[in-house]
């Protein structure tokens, strides 16, 4: 991690917390989820909270973010309240999708989360719509496609791109690259470098999605590209994933080797608060503590709440 000196104080330990309650999350659900106590599938981002973290931190509540199934990350850096996501998962009437979604259709109008989709690529031309409509209603918000690397295997990645350069869209497509399409090696689905193609239709930013601050820069130029071209840019960042595909167990893969300190964003981004004085030790260990009670509070929250009326559920 270089030493940059542009980012202000307040927005390095804003990124921090949103990692660390992305991490900390991920952490109390690694133990609860084999007792059942969850009532859906969850997909952890542990290894790749700094690309959700890097990105949202330039986003508004009018820009419209439409997520694919690995939620927690995006969503919570996105503005999704601890206790709704938490709730959610519990199958609880407090969740943000009132218990008819659960972790991978999770929804937020108040911070522009329309939805989520856990169609491997379902959420890209959707995004492209809300960046249309942005457009056509004379809004200064864009449109948001989060997605993994896996997407872009699926022909509506390409249509999408396509559409969005033709129309000048005001879309931001993120890939999360973290190497892997559930357990297949880029190597094994994909012929091409996505974001080299991408550039025959728009401009294209890469960051180290291992290294927030590479995000951060990265991701301010490519949303300040599309807030001011009103049209599309194309976003990649390189990370790993620690856990797998779905689930609550380690990656074992022999081709996805993880050095829990070198590719930690947390560990690498705490050590450059250190090292520039921007925190303390003090102020880093306060944010974890603090979390903690944050999400003490959640948990009681989602095991307090009520179960929806299986009447309520008819559709």
Request: include cysteine; glycine fraction near 10%; charge should be negative.
């Amino acid at each position: 991690m270089t030493e940059r000196t542009g980012i202000r104080p307040e927005q390095a330990m804003k990124m921090l917390r949103t990692m660390r309650t992305i991490r900390q999350l991920s952490e109390r659900i690694i133990p609860l989820y084999p007792k059942d106590v969850m009532e859906t599938p969850v997909h952890l981002c542990i290894g790749q909270e700094a690309v959700s973290a890097g990105l949202c931190i330039h986003l508004r509540d009018e820009d419209l973010m439409v997520l694919g199934h690995r939620t927690h990350g995006p969503a919570l850096a996105k503005g999704l309240p601890l206790k709704s996501l938490v709730a959610e998962l519990y199958g609880r009437t407090t969740g943000c999708s009132h218990a008819r979604g659960g972790s991978m259709h999770v929804y937020d109008g108040e911070h522009g989360i329309p939805g989520s989709s856990a169609i491997v690529g379902g959420n890209i031309a959707v995004s492209v719509g809300l960046g249309l409509g942005r457009k056509l209603l004379g809004s200064e918000g864009i449109g948001v496609a989060y997605f993994g690397d896996g997407a872009t295997d699926a022909g509506v990645f390409w249509e999408s791109l396509n559409f969005a350069a033709l129309k000048e869209v005001p879309v931001l497509f993120l890939c999360e690259d973290n190497g892997l399409s559930n357990v297949m090696p880029k190597s094994e689905h994909m012929f091409a470098d996505p974001a080299r193609i991408a550039g025959e239709f728009m401009p294209v930013y890469r960051a180290d999605g291992t290294d927030v601050l590479s995000v951060y820069e990265e991701a301010g130029r490519a949303v300040a590209q599309v807030r001011e071209s009103r049209g599309p840019a194309y976003l990649h960042c390189t990370t790993k994933r620690w856990m797998q595909h779905q689930g609550v167990l380690e990656d074992d893969l022999p081709y996805n080797p993880i050095d829990p300190e070198k590719d930690c964003p947390i560990v690498r981004f705490e050590e450059f608060l250190l090292r520039t004085r921007l925190a303390t030790p003090g102020e880093l260990a306060a944010v974890g503590e603090e979390i903690e009670r944050d999400l003490d509070e959640a948990f009681a929250f989602a095991e307090a709440s009520p179960y929806p009326d299986p009447e309520a559920m008819e559709v």
